[in-house]
């Protein structure tokens, strides 16, 4: 199984593109990780099948904080003002 390696990449990503991975490998039953060896490390280590399901769940994580940002860009728009008291 290919192993790659995301340099300056950590636990936020890790913990982004895992669901992902699995998601992908699921219907396969096939296996894939994601992990940081050691919490001093910088580097991320993701086991996955193939190159294709490592950038597939990518895009995948890209388009889940596209929409996350979309999501909280709404919600800023229609949260009520609250007027400042001490005036």
Known sequence: ?????????????????????EALCASTS?????????PLDTFLEVDA????????ALLDVKRKIQ?????VQCRGERAPRHSDSRS
Do not use: I, K, N
């Open 67 to 71: 929409q996350a940002r979309v999501d």
């Open 49 to 56: 099948p193939s190159e294709a399901v490592v950038r597939l």
């Open 30 to 38: 096939e296996f894939a990780s994601c992990t940081t060896p050691h």
């Open 1 to 21: 199984m290919p192993r790659f390696y995301f340099v300056g990449e950590t636990h936020t990503l890790a913990s982004a593109l895992r669901p992902s991975l």
